[in-house]
């Protein structure tokens, strides 16, 4: 299955097949330098088949987790490739998770001022959502993704082969976004999460998710309107994320979590917890609101005028932007903790 992102001259194709890992070379000129990014959790079989098709390939390992996800890391790849003698005509190619995606991207948008990046997600989360739409940041003070760029990949091949070597939680984790992508633009694909396995359909899934985002993307590369509806949860998410250490809870829970507070219609939200609790995804958590608002004022929500800008979900297919002040915030928190 092949979507093109249609972005003018930054346009590029994802490719979702299951073993599109061996089949990276048949669809990019690897033939140059490739600095390959992964980290430790990703089986060592994925690395090595994308090492055999790269004629001058140089691996880097990064630790597990979003720790990694830090200057330090972003340091280290621009230090291995300069070391290498990486020019203008050569690439970086992440092969893992979102936070290897996101710092892979990062580096590559940096080194030189940006070189080719091709990204081969092998997480639920990663092939659904981090991997299209050219977001690429590092954590800093604790705090998601305050340094990063706008930086669109060359190619993106989701190997949903990889996906069956997930733990449980890993696998399901990455399915909040898809849940998300279906309450905003496809009740087709949220109607899937209540009747059907989603081990049934999961390409399924993942191709209505890119599909849903693209059309997103397309319209509103830079984030200037339409796309910010795509942070539905992520006010939320984000500060819990942060609270509980970046180590916590993973990402799509909080995600998860932080959607349902901004969900208005008491109905949907008693289906979409009734698919967290079929995927196995968290439907509450005890949260200390003035930690959860400090960490907010420092993820981009904020505005001048000191209002916040926040997604709200009137009905499936249904959202909007409001602008609302911190106390209005802080009542949307507490309505979360219940």
Do not use: W
């Amino acid at each position: 299955m092949k979507i093109t992102m249609r972005l003018g001259e930054r346009s590029y194709d994802i490719i979702i097949k299951e073993g599109g890992l061996g089949r990276i070379g048949q669809l990019a000129n690897l033939s140059r330098r490739v600095l390959v990014v992964s980290d430790s959790g990703v089986p060592e079989e994925y690395i090595r088949t994308v090492l055999a098709q790269c004629s001058a390939g140089v691996p880097v390992i990064l630790q597990q987790g979003e720790g990694a996800k830090s200057l330090e890391s972003f340091g280290t790849l621009l230090n291995v490739m300069y070391e290498h003698g990486f020019t203008r005509a050569d690439t970086v190619l992440a092969v893992g998770g979102g936070v290897v995606g996101d710092v892979a991207g990062f580096a590559a948008s940096a080194y030189m001022r940006g070189i080719r990046f091709i990204n081969c997600p092998t997480t639920t989360l990663a092939q659904i959502d981090a991997s299209v739409g050219g977001k690429t940041a590092v954590n800093i003070g604790g705090a998601k993704n305050v340094a990063g760029a706008f930086y669109q990949p060359s190619l993106v091949v989701a190997d949903t082969d990889a996906l069956k070597t997930l733990p449980p939680r890993h696998f399901v984790n990455g399915l909040a976004e898809a849940v998300k992508a279906g309450l905003l633009f496809d009740e087709t694909l949220f109607t899937m999460f209540e009747e059907q396995d989603v081990h049934d359909c999961i390409t399924d899934i993942i191709v209505r998710s890119i599909a849903a985002k693209q059309s997103v993307v397309e319209r509103d590369e830079r984030e200037k309107g339409l796309r910010a509806t795509l942070n539905f949860g992520h006010t939320i998410g984000h500060a819990i994320e942060s609270c509980e250490g970046l180590g916590g809870l993973y990402h799509g829970e909080c995600v998860a979590l932080g959607m349902l507070p901004m969900i208005e219609e008491p109905s949907v939200r008693r289906r979409v917890r009734s698919v967290y609790k079929k995927l196995g995804l968290p439907v509450h958590i005890r949260y200390d609101g003035d930690k959860i608002m400090e960490f907010i004022r420092h993820d981009k929500k904020q505005r001048a005028d000191g209002t916040f800008t926040v997604v709200r979900l009137a009905q499936i297919g249904k959202s909007r932007l409001d602008k609302v002040t911190a106390e209005q915030l802080r009542g949307i928190i507490r309505e979360g903790i219940r």
